[in-house]
């Protein structure tokens, strides 16, 4: 199954080392040490998380010195996120409903206590906030209306189309999932124009719906289809509908 998969490569290859006995599953929270650290609480959200394979070369061209992609032989893994949410509260003040795409490449670290690292390719959201709040933290990020998730009759779609990114779209099948919850942790890198920045999303119950079946477009010429090699990806790592009904955001300047 893709979520064996998924497990096996990413939370053992690409995470680093597991916490210790008796560390806090979810790591200590670390409190805002400067003017472009800011925290988000998102509330009733589901998310399409996808992970497919491309040719190495072409992610570690998006990569800088410092990270080091997870290698499964000649190819390294892209990592494709489109979430809503009904409602976030961004540094306190109510935001109403929030939606992020993300396109990154898994990292090996440097996050340990997290499930998937990833560097951040490709970064927008429909939050005037939210995008303000990224670019005063020195991130590279678009402020777009255009990005939809929607789940209807077994038919998946989300799409993510922005001014200055690679516009895309995820299409195919997918099922409301009914799985065990999980605790899951995400940390996304970026180096900004003030240095490294970590955004880390803690997730403390996530419902996985691994059984999806869909497929990314993109044009041709854009740099996301130089990143994936064509104008189209399946998801062989992982290719999954899931929902959660909270979630933490800190996004912290590191350096």
């Given at each position: 199954m893709k979520l064996a998969a998924s497990f096996l490569i990413v939370l053992c290859v690409g995470c680093g080392a597991a916490p210790e006995a008796g560390e806090e599953r979810l790591g200590a929270t670390r409190q805002a040490?400067?003017?472009?650290?800011?925290d988000v609480d998102l509330a009733d959200c589901s998310e399409f998380a996808g992970i497919g394979l491309v040719p190495a070369a072409n992610a570690q061209a998006l990569v800088p010195a410092g990270y080091?992609?997870?290698a499964i032989g000649a190819q390294a893994m892209v990592v494709v996120r489109v979430a809503k949410c009904a409602s976030a509260v961004?540094?306190?003040?109510?935001?109403?409903?929030?939606?992020t795409a993300q396109v990154g490449v898994s990292l090996q670290g440097p996050?340990?206590?997290?499930?998937?690292n990833n560097y951040t390719v490709f970064y927008a959201t429909n939050q005037a906030r939210l995008h303000a709040r990224l670019q005063a933290a020195g991130l590279r990020a678009d402020n777009s209306n255009d990005l939809a998730l929607s789940l209807a009759e077994g038919s998946l779609l989300a799409t993510s189309a922005s001014p200055h990114s690679s516009s895309y779209q995820v299409s195919g099948s997918a099922q409301t999932p009914s799985a065990a919850p999980v605790q899951f942790v995400a940390s996304w890198w970026a180096d900004g124009v003030h240095g490294a920045v970590q955004s880390r999303t803690v997730f403390p119950s996530i419902v996985f719906f691994t059984g999806a079946s869909t497929t990314l477009t993109t044009a041709a010429g854009t740099e996301l289809a130089s990143l994936i090699g064509g104008t189209s990806l399946s998801f062989a790592i992982l290719d999954s509908y899931n929902t959660f009904p909270s979630a933490h955001l800190e996004v912290r300047d590191t350096d």
């Open positions: 040490a400067s003017n472009k650290d800011f080091t992609p997870v961004i540094d306190g003040k109510g935001v109403g409903e929030t939606s996050d340990a206590s997290a499930d998937i």
